[in-house]
């Protein structure tokens, strides 16, 4: 199985090394997924880890000397914590404790990167800063809210990044950019050192990463759970049966061609047992209806601050208003059907499989970058399959299942019993092993591994990048003076 | 497709005609069907509030390991009648 972190092992390359490839040129060239890096931290935590590479002091940590990326809206000491909003911005005292069990497992933090503002959007563009291009054409979004994250795992800058995901963020992003990623279950991995933005009862901190392995091993250190053993058979020795709702699937209507074609390749030699979920036609306006009041209740009076929020954000907090009192219980009345519902399924198959998204990374308008429309199908679309997870709290894992004639990612997402992450990484892993999931590298990709074995990097002075972290000059069109 | 997409621009002026008086069709036109509260609040749902998945610690899920075995647990916490089958089955 090729993952990045045993490539760092078995090329022996030294962490310093690779974190000056990283921080040679963070920008990726187009895809620019970060908003800010801390070079000294990363070669304070490379030069640790190249310490215990090299000495003989037991065994060497789960993520010894790679580097990994953290959401803009958490917790990273000393770097602002802003959830792509200019209305939120603090500078954070300590790392949130997930942030805190990466670095204690040997990840080296790079830097923080870009999201939607306040994690609303799904598409990846944001009217309050620069939204990273997708790695595989820069002329479309990487979905969201986790977009730089997702965006620098599939260019290659870091094995693992950090993501958050309320309504589809650890999913949306991962599918659009070809890459892997576990929304945990609800509360597994803790959730606190965040932007106070809201999305309390469905969000979920967990990782993007470019293999299953990769995947596994963050997982494992976020969540503080032994390390998951890939080479288990994922149903005990038994056929594992994967369920599939069709109905929810959906046809031409509803699911583009390459993708319906590249999820069924992959979901067809499991034998999939057709299951009815019901209430499902419910689930996009019960996620709104409970996390726009949320989001509104956080924003709420002093913090919130109107004429720095972006256009499209100002709109869903005024269409929160519409939503009462009535609504938001009735949202919670779905959220027990639905559970109900899914444990119900989940007693007769193993897990569930449905595509991440019914699209590829969507065709924008180049003026969009700036100024981003509001597309309620395209929203709609974007979180069909992904509302399930965050209003049951089941946990999810999307994996990319090859691309479309245009190179465009595709994406499978699985989703299991609550608790149940090593069964689904221990499917997506053997799976993997298979040749069913995985897919094409972005052609906007960097190869740190292969740039650190070549030898010291360039530019490796200690100074951000000019594209990237406070120096940006786009990095906040309305920001506020005295900005560290 | 289109005619649920507000361009851009209409955005900005949609979001500066917020507080606005009587701007009010703007939002609903922007927001409702995004929303769906209409089929919301026709449906028929069940009665009642329980939780939704099992108390887990903070970081800690000291019964993940029996949950990820196929059918032992549903939200809330209780064995079901099938993954009682299903245990028995595969003893």
Redesign the interface.
């Given at each position: 199985m090729t993952t990045t972190i045993a490539r760092l092992r078995a090329a022996d390359a030294d962490p310093q090394q690779v974190v000056e490839a990283v921080l040679a040129e963070p920008a990726a060239g187009p895809v620019d997924p970060f908003t800010d890096v801390d070079p000294a931290r990363a070669r304070r935590e490379a030069a640790a880890s190249a310490q215990a590479l090299a000495g003989d002091d037991g065994p060497v940590r789960p993520l010894e000397g790679a580097p990994v990326a953290i959401k803009d809206v958490v917790d990273v000491a000393g770097l602002a914590t802003r959830a792509g909003s200019p209305a939120l911005h603090r500078v954070a005292d300590a790392d949130a404790?997930a942030v805190a069990r990466l670095a204690r497992a040997g990840g080296v933090v790079v830097g923080k990167t870009r999201q939607t503002e306040l994690g609303l959007s799904p598409v990846g563009l944001s009217?309050s800063e620069p939204a990273p291009r997708n790695p595989h054409d820069p002329a479309r979004p990487c979905g969201g809210s986790s977009s730089g994250s997702a965006a620098a795992v599939a260019a290659g800058l870091v094995p693992v990044a950090v993501g958050t995901d309320g309504g589809g963020s650890l999913r949306i992003p991962p599918a659009l950019c070809g890459v892997y990623g576990l929304k945990p279950?609800?509360?597994?991995?803790?959730?606190d050192g965040q932007a106070p933005c809201g999305w309390w009862s469905t969000n979920t901190v967990g990782p993007i990463a470019g293999s299953v392995a990769d995947l596994a091993a963050a997982w494992a250190v976020m969540?503080?759970?032994p390390a998951v053993d890939l080479e288990g058979e994922p149903?005990?020795g038994?056929p594992v049966?994967v369920g599939v709702d069709w109905a929810w699937w959906g046809g031409p209507e509803v699911v583009e061609g390459a993708v319906d074609r590249a999820a069924r390749a992959a979901v067809d030699p499991l034998g999939p047992v057709p299951v009815t979920i019901g209430?499902l036609?419910?689930a996009?306006?019960?996620l709104?209806?409970t996390v726009?009041p949320e989001v509104a209740a956080a924003l709420h009076g002093p913090r919130r601050d109107?004429a720095r929020l972006?256009?499209?954000v100002?709109?869903?907090l005024?269409?929160a208003e519409?939503?009462t009192a009535?609504?938001h219980?009735?949202?919670?009345?779905?959220?027990?059907?639905l559970?109900?519902e899914?444990?119900?399924v989940?007693?007769?198959v193993?897990v569930l499989a449905v595509p991440t998204t019914p699209c590829v990374a969507p065709a924008v308008e180049p003026?969009?970058w700036?100024?981003?429309?509001?597309?309620?199908?395209?929203?709609?679309a974007l979180t069909r399959y992904t509302a399930l997870a965050n209003?049951?709290?089941?946990p999810a894992l999307a994996a990319p299942v090859g691309a479309d004639a245009a190179g465009h990612p595709v994406s499978l997402q699985l989703i299991?019993?609550?608790?149940?992450?090593?069964?689904l990484l221990r499917l997506a892993a053997r799976l993997e092993r298979d040749g069913r999931i995985g897919g094409p590298p972005a052609p906007h990709r960097v190869d740190v591994v292969a740039r650190a074995a070549a030898g010291p990097a360039a530019g490796g002075d200690g100074a951000p990048s000019p594209r990237t972290g406070h120096n940006d000059p786009r990095a906040d069109p309305r920001e506020e003076p005295g900005r560290a | 497709?289109a005619a649920?997409?507000?361009?851009?621009?209409?955005?900005?002026a949609?979001?500066?005609a917020?507080?606005v008086p009587g701007a009010g069709a703007v939002?609903?036109r922007?927001?409702g069907?995004?929303?769906?509260?209409g089929?919301?609040?026709a449906?028929r749902?069940?009665d009642?509030?329980?939780p939704?998945?099992?108390d887990?610690p903070?970081?800690?899920?000291p019964?993940?390991?029996a949950?990820?075995?196929?059918?032992?647990?549903?939200?809330?916490g209780a064995a079901?009648p099938?993954?009682e089958r299903?245990r028995s089955r595969?003893r």
């Open positions: 404790t009217a279950t609800f509360g597994a991995v803790p959730a969540a503080d759970r149903g005990g038994e049966r209430h036609d419910l996009p306006s019960a709104y209806a726009l109107g972006g256009p499209d100002t709109l869903a005024a269409a519409r939503i009535v609504d219980v009735r949202a919670q009345q779905v959220r027990r059907a559970a109900g899914l444990a119900r989940l007693d007769d193993d003026g969009a700036a100024s981003p429309p509001l597309d309620e199908g395209l929203v709609r209003l049951t709290g089941a299991g019993r609550p608790g149940g992450e090593p069964a | 497709m649920r997409r507000l361009p851009g621009r209409l955005v900005r949609a979001a500066r917020v507080d939002v609903r922007a927001s069907r995004l929303l769906g509260l089929r919301l609040r449906a749902l069940p009642g509030l329980a939704l998945v099992p887990q903070t970081g800690s899920l019964h993940a390991d949950s990820e075995r196929p059918g032992t647990r549903a939200p809330g079901t099938a993954a299903e595969r």
